[in-house]
């Protein structure tokens, strides 16, 4: 990695409502252009450090107790979340939260709007996100709330987009869909990132396809990060493929 | 009304059957009612059911739009009709539309003020806190006189209506006083709701985190929900004093009125503007077919005591009933019914 890079958390620590520690000592850093992916079991703490780089925490009554997060040379661990999307920080939450009441279009008008677009800007994108993601363009009128799972994957993932964002950070966007979708996502988030030099942090529960689509990865464990490494270093080690990937030695049973 | 055509032919296959609905509705009650309305009509049925219809608008903004639960609406409407009155009495020269905009623009304030807690709080316990704003306002006016004039346990008596002259003072006049002040609002509301800010608005119902994520300024988008609700709830107060009771005292506005404001929302169909009015409709009519119905079944034994006690059982099982059934409420219903009409021709 050369050059400063355009997320650099430190040493981020987290709690919740005051008393449960989330996160104690997270260190990762993005450099613009590249995909890492954040890895982790249930409960390692990949959707508060995505929380966290977003200033969501708190909103879900937490709040960063230590450490530091740099966007693009600036501390912003207390830049408003709107603030963040007019700079090109552009989170997409876990289960796919679309406005179930508005349309499909609606939903991505409202991206744009978010992020200040005025209506040619609007215009533009829309084509844009349409032809990324072909599938919405015959549910362009359908309310949100009733098209299926993958499609609201899409349209969360396409409103994000309409922020035209420098760093897209998402959360699980596997989550609950059926392999081959989360396969065309992956590799639209891929040709994003290769054709327009979109950045993304990705946390991803499903080490597998993360560590086939991303340039680098951060594990986490017990909300902190332990291991870092470049995807293919990471996909060749041991450990991980134990106890991410269920090859190799068998994982640790947890007892259920 | 010209301007109601004009975005909707934005959705460009149809001139839209809902416009031409529309257009037929004004022309029946500016053309029509008028020429053959009895007092009676205006009095007991018609200027009651605009200005509930339109604080049922005001309450669905911020309800059935925005998502955030009010109890407080009549503190509203009590708040727009005492401000006109003091504006009245003691801006006397100031017209009487500037004083009704200026009235919506104090309960605008107060809606402000009331929606602070709503920057923390959510649902049900946002409810509360709207509750402490309901007896808050009717603690004040009864405990300020300067608010009614020193009047007797408040009590205020509206000004005459009267517009550049014009005389509003007759049922009918008020009528249609209260129907141009419901029309125009009501074009307000469908421009505000079409508005991105109408779309930031559901976006905050929907999913107040995917709306902060993607940059909308949820806090600001929940203050102006409450103080652009206010605003069409305190004017709906002034009809509420000026145009139908014509005497009003603070007790009048009370939890019983926020609470038939919120079934009226219930009922009509939360999110959407034509609710309010369908909603206001059945709620008013609603106490009339019951006491008809009554007095034919039961004869003399119906009183009014019968009645109320009817009305409420009536009216509870029809929200219980539209909760389960229909959260769309009425609004769905009419859908649903114009659906299946158009598919059987």
């Known amino acids: 990695m050369t050059g400063a890079p355009l997320l650099r958390v430190e040493a981020l620590e987290a709690r919740y409502g005051g008393a449960v520690r989330a996160l104690s000592g997270v260190d990762l850093a993005v450099a613009a252009g590249e995909i890492v992916a954040l890895v982790g079991s249930n409960g390692a703490g990949k959707t508060t450090v995505l929380k966290a780089v977003s200033n969501l925490l708190p909103a879900a009554r937490g709040q960063v107790t230590a450490g530091r997060i740099v966007y693009d040379g600036r501390d912003v661990s207390r830049t408003p979340t709107d603030a963040l999307v007019r700079a090109g920080l552009v989170g997409v939450l876990e289960g796919r939260h679309c406005f179930r009441g508005l349309s499909v279009e609606e939903n991505l008008v409202t991206g744009g709007l978010g992020r200040g677009s005025n209506r040619a800007a609007i215009r533009d994108d829309l084509a844009r996100i349409y032809a990324i993601f072909p599938r919405l363009v015959q549910k362009r009128r359908a309310p949100a709330g009733l098209i299926s799972g993958g499609e609201q994957q899409m349209v969360a993932i396409g409103r994000a987009l309409m922020g035209r964002p420098r760093l897209l950070v998402l959360d699980e966007p596997s989550m609950g869909l059926a392999p081959q979708v989360v396969a065309e996502i992956f590799r639209t988030l891929e040709r994003l990132n290769r054709d327009e030099g979109l950045t993304i942090l990705v946390a991803e529960q499903n080490v597998t396809v993360a560590l086939r689509h991303a340039d680098r990865a951060v594990v986490l464990e017990n909300g902190r990060s332990v291991l870092t490494g470049t995807a293919a270093e990471l996909r060749g080690r041991d450990d991980i493929r134990a106890f991410y990937l269920g090859l190799g030695t068998a994982p640790a049973r947890v007892p259920a | ?345």
């Open chain 2, 1 to 345: 009304m010209a301007t109601t055509s004009a975005p909707l032919a934005k959705a460009p296959p149809r001139p839209s059957a809902r416009g031409i609905g529309v257009a037929l509705l004004l022309v029946i009650a500016y053309g029509i009612v008028p020429l053959i309305g009895t007092s009676y009509l205006y009095e007991a049925i018609l200027t009651p059911f605009l200005a509930l219809s339109l604080a049922a608008l005001g309450l669905n903004l911020l309800t059935g739009y925005a998502g955030q639960l009010s109890l407080g609406s009549s503190a509203f409407m009590a708040v727009g009709a005492y401000a006109a009155f003091n504006l009245s009495l003691r801006l006397p020269f100031l017209p009487l539309p500037v004083t009704i905009v200026l009235a919506g623009l104090v309960a605008a304030f107060a809606g402000l003020v009331a929606g602070l807690p709503a920057l923390r709080l959510r649902g049900f316990y946002l409810a509360v806190s709207t509750l402490a704003v309901q007896f808050f306002v009717a603690w004040l006016l009864n405990r300020v006189g300067w608010l009614s004039n020193d009047s007797p346990s408040g009590i205020i008596s509206a000004p005459p209506l009267v517009v550049a002259g014009l005389s509003f003072e007759d049922a009918r006049g008020r009528y249609l006083f209260s129907l141009t002040v419901v029309a125009l609002l009501t074009v307000l509301a469908w421009r505000l709701v079409t508005s991105p800010t109408g779309r930031n608005f559901v976006a905050v119902r929907d999913n107040e985190t995917a709306a902060r994520v993607i940059g909308v300024k949820v806090a600001r988008t929940k203050l102006l929900a409450f103080a652009l609700s206010s605003f069409v709830v305190g004017v709906a107060g002034v009809l509420w004093a000026f145009a139908y009771l014509r005497t009003v005292e603070p007790a009048g506005f009370n939890l019983d009125r926020s609470f038939q404001i919120l079934f009226i929302v219930i009922i009509g169909g939360l999110g959407t503007l034509r609710g309010a009015f369908l909603g206001a409709g059945l709620i008013v009519v609603l106490p009339l077919l019951l006491s008809r119905f009554g007095a034919a079944v039961l004869g003399d034994g119906f009183d009014s005591g019968t009645l109320e006690m009817c009305q409420r059982i009536a009216l509870g099982i029809l929200i219980v009933a539209f909760l389960i059934r229909e959260p769309a409420g009425l609004s769905a219903l009419l859908d649903r019914a114009a659906r299946r009409l158009r598919r059987r021709s």
